[in-house]
């Protein structure tokens, strides 16, 4: 199970979206620490997912359902937040920012992307029925490890590559992808 985790939380993580372009640029701008703070954000909220769905605990998730529309303003407008600071940001504005920023950050951005609870979900029940709930949590802290693994790797290597991309580039970036996601959860919302 641990190591069925472990390829699957790497493989979720691996895909290089909003977050991925998050940890890049915190990576080339303060270095591989920051960059794997904001991807250990990340692999936090991925393991509260993953308890939430191996607990069962999607009844009390589904009570948000009322709130959700609200939920969803709530993470468009913090995406548009985080995007205009990535977009006027300048590299020695980015040294300012704390690990603890930018671990909590990420670790909200995640949190508030449904999609990230609906993987979870799928993930949990591509496990055998007959399996221990002490088999499940093993499995989530294997997918915890996966991801954690994952953005340790990205961090490294995007750290390296500092000499050779310009931050302000990737911060440009950034802040597009960040402000390409808060829209289309916007358009979702109102579709």
Do not use: E
Not at 48 to 72: K, T
Not at 170 to 176: P, V
């Amino acid at each position: 199970m641990l190591l069925t985790g472990l390829m699957m939380g790497f493989a979720v993580a691996a895909p290089v979206g909003p977050i991925g372009v998050l940890c890049i640029s915190h990576s080339l701008n303060r270095g591989w620490r920051s960059g794997w703070l904001a991807g250990m954000g990340a692999a936090t909220a991925d393991l509260l997912y993953g308890l939430a769905a191996v607990l069962g605990l999607s009844l009390l998730l589904s009570q948000l359902q009322p709130y959700h529309d609200i939920l969803r303003f709530i993470g468009v407008a913090f995406l548009l937040y985080l995007a205009w600071g990535f977009w006027r940001q300048n590299h020695s504005d980015a040294a300012k920012v704390s690990g603890q920023r930018i671990y909590f950050s990420t670790f909200l951005l995640t949190l508030l992307n449904p999609a990230t609870f609906l993987s979870f979900m799928a993930m949990v029940t591509a496990l055998p029925a007959d399996a221990f709930a002490d088999q499940k949590l093993v499995f989530v802290l294997g997918v915890f490890l996966g991801s954690a693994a994952w953005w340790l790797v990205l961090a490294t290597l995007a750290s390296k590559w500092s000499g050779r991309i310009q931050a302000a580039i990737i911060n440009k970036l950034a802040a597009l992808a960040l402000s390409f996601l808060a829209l289309t959860l916007l358009w979702l919302g109102l579709g």
